[in-house]
């Protein structure tokens, strides 16, 4: 069942917590949101009852409250897979030298749920809790990977744009995160430039966002297949991710790792092991199943 009063309440919440720092006017909301300047007074005025919203008298400006800060740590702390996941962020960016994060799928979108940053390690650009990525080609094969055909299916339905030599693509993704585990994106000029589109996704107008979706769908990282990593060489490498498991064999979050590096095939697959590790301890945390055919760690 459909709540138009409540879809306005979670757009006004959403866009201000996408814009950390950022302060937002009425007209700004007005005109990302596309709400009436009366519903959108009506709802902020409800928010900042609530303190989920606070209003600057001066500036006349609306920033998110103290009231979701209480949310937020109520549910990180509630999550047994934040707990378990949050552990291993903090092993992996000691061990590996490399900035990690958690994403979880939630609908149509996967949600960065933590984040820890590596000493002495470039900052990723683009990272940031709360952060939402569309679920939907290029993003999230690994959390799909082991789905059923019907999640697939979906998965590549929600592409902007229908284009059967890009499914093909996805399919053969698709099969080679099957056959490692984890996922490996490719890092290039347009890969740099996507996470800072995707920083700015939120915070769009709905009559935007299509046009960036589809730009991202196009210039997105594209995963190394199976037989792209040629021994004697090295790839320039991105994000790599491994997902965790419910019970029922079902990914409950992607593990991620900032590589940002030139590595060659073992120095890469060492980096795939212990992002297995992780995950298989998430999993084992979460009292979860990894599907038939998940990989072991190979070492």
């Known amino acids: 069942m459909v709540s138009p009063p409540t879809d306005r309440v979670i757009a006004v919440t959403e866009f201000l917590a996408s814009r950390p720092g950022e302060p937002a006017t009425v007209a700004e909301l007005v005109r990302h949101l596309g709400l009436t300047r009366a519903t959108c007074h009506a709802v902020l005025a409800a928010l900042v009852r609530a303190g989920w919203v606070i209003r600057d008298p001066v500036d006349r400006t609306f920033t998110p409250g103290p009231a979701l800060i209480a949310l937020g740590r109520s549910a990180e702390t509630g999550v047994p897979a934040a707990r378990a996941a949050d552990r291993e962020l903090a092993a992996l960016a000691d061990e590996l030298g490399m900035s990690a994060s958690v994403a979880y799928p939630s609908g149509e979108h996967i949600v960065v749920g933590g984040y820890r940053a590596a000493a002495n390690a470039e900052e990723p650009e683009g990272v940031r809790v709360g952060q939402r990525i569309p679920f939907a080609p290029p993003f999230g094969p690994g959390l799909v990977a082991w789905g059923t055909e019907d999640d697939v299916a979906e998965w590549l339905a929600r592409a ?124 084992r945390e979460l009292r979860g199943t990894p599907p038939a055919g998940f990989p072991a760690v190979s070492r």
């Open 160 to 283: 902007p744009q229908p284009d059967a030599g890009r499914a093909d693509l996805f399919a053969r993704v698709l099969a080679s995160v099957r056959a490692r585990g984890y996922t490996i994106e490719s890092h290039t000029p347009a890969s740099v430039r996507l996470r800072s589109l995707l920083v700015e996704l939120d915070s769009l107008s709905p009559r935007q966002r299509p046009a960036v979706a589809e730009l991202l769908y196009e210039i997105g990282a594209i995963d190394y297949l199976a037989d792209d990593l040629k021994e004697g060489r090295t790839y320039p490498t991105g994000v790599m991710s491994a997902p965790a498991f419910t019970a029922d064999g079902r990914a409950a979050l992607n593990i991620s790792v900032y590589v940002w590096a030139d590595l060659d095939p073992a120095a890469i697959r060492a980096v795939g092991d212990r992002l297995l590790l992780a995950a298989r301890t998430v999993t």
